[in-house]
């Protein structure tokens, strides 16, 4: 389709009737896609009984009420049908229309076609099927080809039409067009033979024919000056000006990030590394791990190694080697995911050995042999390429890893950890003391309810062992709970008395963010500072009672409280316990 120089105000009807009557059943099939306007089939209809009355036949329309025998008879006839582009769609790609019989394809709205319209879908497939046949679109809205950016050669390059010389084709068609001037409407075959383009025609109502050249038509006729709108006419600034702010933001904090980053880093390094003689912990004498625990430990280094490789996850990202629609070298990306791999485990190591959490050459081993793995896991996913020629492989492994994830997740066992509890301290609750218990060992993740009998819980009391030197006449001590979660408990707090009546602090009915049930590690924070007054301690041996009194209702199971910490704080003088 090319378009032309020039503008020819006759009704499209009256041009696609001309056209639809030079055609010859010898010829084979001639298609058109049912326009939209019920107004332009009928108008087509008119002017075919008028041109020529005594053999006008009205087109057939192929519709989805059509049966498949009668369709296909259609199809054989050689006759001009009207189809809809579903059914035309369906019948070539069921083969139930051969390509071969049609000898063009008419489409009547060149105006709204683009890349993702059903025109172009039908002249794809109908390309690829017949490349014989013509294809000729028209259009009764010449001022919507014009307009935009290139709108009729990207409409060509939908339609699969080679773009040729609008300049020949203005002459060819205006020389038909002298030609025709004498005659109103008598359109013969021999005046409309030799048309090498489609023309975009205005409709009009107007009974007379009347021509007029468009600027760019190689004519000697005088011509209109008429203001061409420039680029920078058609951009639209407010969507243009959104897209450049996103763009400067989205700049900004990527510039941003790693400054930030690393600043919040070192302050926290160097806050760890200030505090960690504060900091309890019984890592420091050295800890040995059993045989089979670092074979399990090894077994997930190596499995998340592989796992690493063959996604290409590493440091907080997903650069995979078969995200190439991405626009990243598959080479480049498994590098750098192995790379984030072993930073991110470096740093963990660093992370482990500032907070004494397990000794470092455990995490160093660790390290290698995921590093490994993730080559492994590489050279893996580039070999299963390379045999099934498929990167969606990615997919299938994902999906594995969420099955696996979920199963192992149901087998791990722990949910009702809140039930050994019972098994625990069937008959008495926690006792900690100060100094001399573990609390890797002797803390219960949560002071939750004792399970009785079926369905029968009950509240209870933990105590706090500690020792105070000499303590400060008439002064006030600060005890201060930190709540990680609470789950419609009430805490009692009593000091040196569990019969203290009333408690020295109560919290009420409290909390609703059901971690325990859930398995979560905190809820809504709560935070609660308590006076206690000096006269309430001793000097020697000290107990904080803290009671959950809260265990009824078919949720028993779940109320209980997180502490997040527990801190007796002494007068000024006094130091922390």
Not at 3 to 21: A, G, H, M, P
Not at 479 to 500: D, G, I, P, Y
């Amino acid at each position: 389709m090319a378009v032309s120089s020039f503008s020819l105000q006759v009704s499209l009807s009256k041009l696609i009737s001309s056209l639809l009557l030079l055609h010859s059943t010898s010829q084979g099939t001639l298609l058109i896609l049912s326009p939209s306007s019920a107004t332009l089939k009928s108008k087509i209809n008119f002017h075919l009984k008028t041109l020529n009355p005594q053999f006008y036949q009205v087109p057939v329309e192929i519709t989805a009420d059509l049966p498949v025998n009668h369709r296909h008879s259609l199809y054989s006839s050689g006759s001009v049908c009207f189809i809809t582009p579903r059914i035309l769609i369906v019948d070539l790609l069921t083969n139930k229309l051969p390509a071969s019989i049609i000898s063009g394809l008419i489409i009547l709205n060149a105006h709204s076609v683009s890349k993702t319209s059903t025109e172009a879908f039908i002249v794809r497939i109908f390309r690829s099927l017949n490349r014989s046949a013509f294809v000729r679109v028209f259009s009764d809205r010449p001022q919507a080809m014009v307009s935009g950016f290139t709108k009729a050669e990207r409409t060509m390059k939908c339609l699969h039409i080679r773009g040729e010389s609008t300049a020949d084709n203005c002459q060819i068609l205006q020389s038909r067009v002298n030609r025709l001037k004498s005659d109103k409407y008598q359109i013969d075959s021999d005046k409309l033979k030799g048309y090498s383009c489609d023309i975009n025609f205005t409709a009009t109502s107007n009974e007379d024919v009347e021509y007029k050249y468009l600027p760019s038509c190689p004519d000697d006729e005088p011509q209109k000056k008429i203001n061409q709108g420039t680029i920078l006419s058609n951009i639209q600034w407010k969507k243009f000006g959104l897209l450049c702010f996103v763009w400067i933001a989205v700049l900004l904090l990527q510039i941003a990030k790693t400054p930030v980053t690393v600043g919040v880093s070192m302050y926290q390094a160097i806050g760890l590394y200030q505090g960690k003689k504060i900091t309890v912990s019984k890592q420091d004498h050295g800890t040995h791990w059993p045989l089979h625990l670092l074979i399990v430990s090894l077994s997930c280094a190596l499995l998340a190694g592989i796992l690493g490789g063959l996604l290409g996850v590493g440091s907080g990202f997903v650069m995979g080697p078969l995200f190439i629609e991405f626009g990243i070298a598959p080479q480049v990306a498994s590098a750098t995911a192995t790379l984030g791999m072993t930073f991110t485990a470096s740093i963990s190591v660093a992370q482990y050995f500032l907070l004494n959490r397990f000794p470092v050459p455990y995490a160093l081993y660790l390290t290698i042999v995921a590093t490994i793995a993730a080559y492994i896991g590489q050279k893996i996913i580039d070999r299963l390429v390379n045999i099934f020629q498929r990167a969606s492989l990615i997919i299938f492994v994902l999906s594995f890893t969420i099955l696996v994830s979920a199963i192992a997740l149901g087998e791990y066992r722990q949910y009702g950890l809140w039930e050994r509890y019972a098994e625990l301290y069937p008959n008495e609750d926690l006792i900690y003391t100060v100094g001399v218990s573990d609390y890797t060992k002797d803390w219960f993740y949560a002071q939750v309810t004792r399970k009785k009998n079926e369905d029968i819980y009950e509240g209870t009391t933990w105590q706090i062992k500690f020792n105070l030197d000499d303590v400060e006449k008439d002064e006030i001590y600060k005890l201060r709970l930190a709540l990680a979660s609470a789950n419609v408990s009430e805490l009692q707090v009593r000091v040196n008395s569990v019969k203290q009546d009333p408690p020295i602090f109560s919290t009420g009915v409290i909390g609703k963010d059901y971690a325990i049930g859930r398995h979560g590690i905190h809820g809504l924070y709560w935070l609660f500072n308590i006076d206690v007054p000096s006269l309430l301690l001793f000097n020697g041996d000290n107990t904080i009672f803290l009671t959950q009194t809260m265990a009824f209702g078919p949720l028993a199971r779940f109320q209980g409280i997180m502490y997040d910490y527990i801190r007796l704080e002494g007068p000024d003088s006094c130091s922390s316990y």
